[in-house]
């Protein structure tokens, strides 16, 4: 079972890396625009010296990832140097896509989603994109700063360097490139992770627990309460579980009690106990 996620982890590795290749060659190129991370600093040395990005940006990667390797997990290590490798190879591979689109506007914008949708197959598979996704995971592990918001940081950083290169409509046009990048990523690694938090209020609340741990697999958590008007004590159920269980929850709660109070949250981030590791 183990060797299928590594395969799907190593697929979207892959597919990721493909669409940032096809945004770079195709969109950011065709408008001399900047980016974040490595492939931003590799724009910024073929604008200035004419090497490759393919090249540069697999030399860089390959140091930032050695000096953050301590910082990663074995794992996340292993996919970001596939991930590093893979991403030169498609950028060497696509060098010579151009849609010849003239329009700055589309492709600032299809730049942004597409660098956006890879970069989110890429962390969805536990993984980096090498460069400052070293770091940026770095800072997410040890702060409440999201992985994405980092990158979003960092990558403004080095957009600004390119104010010396180029033009500052360039520029403008690359930093709302980079906030479409963001969002993009943001839905695509959310949308891989969709979690609904149910809290329950009946008087069956253990059955109701017992039953969901059976059919679901999902462990729960009952919280003692008082009623506010009636100042009544009762039991209340707390259990996270895939969008696609929220269903059978519904089914099992009215089964039981047909009385039964349900609250259904939304969820960002679930980390740990059987959900998305930690490292």
Request: proline share 1%; with cysteine.
């Amino acid at each position: 079972m183990e060797y299928r996620v590594h395969l799907k982890n190593i697929f979207f590795c892959l597919l990721g890396t493909f669409l940032i290749a096809i945004g770079v060659n195709a969109f950011i190129l065709a408008s001399n625009l900047g980016e974040g991370g490595t492939v931003g600093i590799s724009l910024n040395l073929k604008y200035t010296l004419g090497i490759s990005p393919a090249l540069s940006s697999l030399i860089i990667n390959i140091i930032v990832i050695i000096i953050g390797w301590r910082y990663l997990s074995k794992t996340a290590a292993i996919y970001t140097l596939i991930t590093v490798i893979s991403s030169s190879f498609f950028i060497g591979l696509t060098e010579k896509f151009n849609l010849h689109i003239g329009s700055d506007f589309i492709n600032c914008v299809f730049s942004g989603l597409l660098i956006g949708m890879g970069t989110g197959f890429v962390i969805s598979a536990r993984s980096t994109i090498g460069g400052t996704s070293v770091i940026a995971k770095i800072i997410d592990k040890y702060t409440e700063i999201k992985t994405s918001q980092a990158l979003f940081i960092l990558d403004t950083l080095i957009v600004l360097s390119f104010l010396l290169v180029l033009p500052v409509e360039n520029v403008l046009y690359t930093i709302i490139m980079l906030f479409i990048v963001e969002k993009s990523m943001s839905f695509v690694i959310e949308g891989f992770n969709p979690k609904k938090a149910i809290t329950i209020m009946s008087k069956y609340n253990k059955e109701i627990s017992q039953q969901i741990n059976v059919e679901t697999g999902r462990g729960s958590t009952l919280l003692n309460g008082e009623g506010g008007y009636g100042q009544e004590k009762s039991q209340v159920l707390y259990v996270v579980v895939a969008q696609n269980q929220v269903g059978r929850i519904k089914k099992i709660v009215n089964a039981n009690d047909e009385n039964a109070f349900l609250v259904i949250h939304d969820v960002r981030d679930v980390l740990g106990n059987g959900f998305m590791k930690l490292n």
